[in-house]
């Protein structure tokens, strides 16, 4: 990291200069050096001479923008998508898939091993079965542009809606419901929220879609108690949108960036949709999260459960099991297994779950993980395999010290963020255990984000 005063840094604010890209930093810039300054360069790719204008000074590194690839890499390719660079979502349309890959990989073997503490060669990456309209949720923000109302996503590191039209990363049935739903508010004059005045009705589309069952759940979040014209909407999204299979309003009137509100109300079909996964069925409610790369969680799931290494007896805890998809995948090859979780939606899906698919050696608790890992420690639960499926922060210590009281031989841990996986690793050695495999999961190809999973064994010795 660089420790001197930006007014001190080696570049100037609107300098142009020619940098050799040697590498990638976490939200997929390339990285550049000068003087041991590190210069990300967003659409730059390793290997390449770059010709940038420094456009901002950051507290540790500079930000350039490409003027020109004066060398371009074997591995530039053109973008596929109309909207690459403008839209928030993506970042690496102007390589090859390989390239991507390799970036993610390196990211997940830079972490465990700076920040981690261990020593890995680059770590394998599977690559995703799809790599465009692989999503199977979709969250647009709403906004006023140009005066009309306009659902898309947002600029880079901006709130500024940008109609990005047909997202390749998605399926075409999110875009035909977002499209619906803008037509319905420009036909009502329904008011887009505002998130400065906080003024107007319609805050995000959020449209998920069952990838086996291609049931489509729409749920629009809104500003309010209800919506002008509600059965209009309904019969318009059942006019457009092939297999709907619910429309869901959620009420949210808190100001922030949190998409869904807590209060819900069904405005057509059950509340819920349902998914196959890995030979299951699941009930997936607004509020319950599900990986949104389907094919790439069964294979996901399936190298976890292999790690769990479970010969039909073991006891096994999942940690943050959402609708209790692993939990059910582990069920099938164990004696026992505990999941935890803190949505009750979530929760209460995973219970039906577990009856749906008549599993009766599932249980679910509705608590912080913390709490339930402490309780489950201190009811004297020793299980043989923990697995974990944190959200991006991590482990807390005490569901760390929790699990070590409860000492499993292994515990599998599946992360959406090296940064907090290569922490908590580090901490789990200090309690005995040792880092037996990593692998990287490509679930968000064109995306920054990358997924890992881990198995660590207890040694007992820290
Ligand atoms: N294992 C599941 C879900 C993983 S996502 C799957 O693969 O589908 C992480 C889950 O952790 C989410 O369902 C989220 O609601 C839950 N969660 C977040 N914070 C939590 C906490 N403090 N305690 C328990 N669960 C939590």
Redesign the pocket.
């Known amino acids: 990291m660089f420790h001197v005063k930006q007014q001190d840094y080696p570049v100037r604010l609107g300098q142009v200069l020619d940098l050799t890209v040697t590498g990638y930093a976490s939200e997929g810039q390339g990285v550049a050096r000068v003087e041991g300054l590190a210069v990300f360069v967003a659409g730059a790719i390793r290997g390449e001479t770059v010709r940038v204008q420094i456009e901002h000074l950051g507290h540790t590194a500079a930000y350039g923008r490409i003027l020109q690839v004066l060398e371009p890499s074997p591995h530039r390719v053109p973008p596929g998508c109309p909207q690459a660079g403008a839209c928030g979502g993506c970042v690496f349309w102007h390589m090859d898939y390989e390239e991507e890959l390799y970036a993610k990989a390196r990211r997940v073997t830079d972490a465990l091993n700076r920040i981690g503490g261990q020593s890995l060669e680059l770590v394998p990456i599977v690559p995703s079965p799809r790599e465009t309209g692989y999503r199977n949720k979709a969250q647009y923000p709403v906004a006023l542009v140009h005066g009309k109302a306009t659902a898309g996503f947002f600029r880079p590191r901006t709130h500024q809606v940008l109609d990005v039209g047909r997202c390749r990363i998605q399926g075409s049935a999110a875009d035909r419901a977002k499209d619906t739903v803008v037509r319905w508010m420009r036909d009502n004059r329904v008011a887009p929220y505002d998130e400065k005045t906080r003024q107007g009705l319609v805050r995000h589309i959020y449209v998920r879609t069952a990838s086996v069952t291609g049931q489509v759940l729409v749920c629009l979040v809104v500003n309010g108690d209800g919506i002008p014209q509600e059965m209009a909407l309904v019969e318009n999204l059942l006019k457009n949108v092939d297999n709907l299979g619910t429309v869901v309003l959620s009420i949210h009137k808190k100001p922030g960036n949190a998409v869904l509100g807590d209060r819900f109300r069904t405005l057509y079909g059950p509340g819920y949709i349902e998914d196959r996964l890995c030979g299951l069925t699941f009930r997936l409610s607004p509020?319950?999260?599900?990986?949104v790369n389907h094919d790439q969680?069964q294979q996901l799931?399936e190298a976890a459960v292999e790690l769990a290494a479970l010969t039909g007896t073991e006891t096994a805890v999942?940690?943050?099991?959402?609708?209790?998809?692993?939990?059910l995948v582990l069920a099938r090859k164990a004696g026992r297994v505990i999941g935890?979780?803190?949505?009750d939606q979530?929760v209460a899906d995973a219970r039906e779950n577990a009856r749906r698919n008549g599993m009766t050696n599932a249980e679910f608790r509705c608590?912080?993980?913390?709490q339930?890992a402490a309780q489950l420690a201190a009811e004297g639960i020793r299980p043989d395999v923990i697995?974990v499926?944190?959200?991006r922060k991590g482990l807390?210590e005490t569901v760390i010290d929790a699990m070590a009281r409860m000492a499993p031989d292994r515990i599998v841990y599946?992360s959406?963020d090296p940064a907090t996986l290569a922490r908590d690793a580090a901490r789990l050695n200090h309690h005995g255990y040792r880092l037996t495999t990593a692998q990287a999961f490509d679930m968000f190809p064109k995306c920054a984000h990358v997924e890992t999973l881990v198995q660590l064994r207890r040694t007992g010795e820290p």
Request: aromatic share 12%; glycine share 6%; charged share 20%.
């Open positions: 509020r319950s999260f599900y990986q969680a799931y999942d940690l943050y099991c959402g609708t209790g998809t692993i939990s935890v979780e803190i949505i979530a608590a912080d993980a913390s339930a697995v499926d944190p959200p807390d599946i959406c």
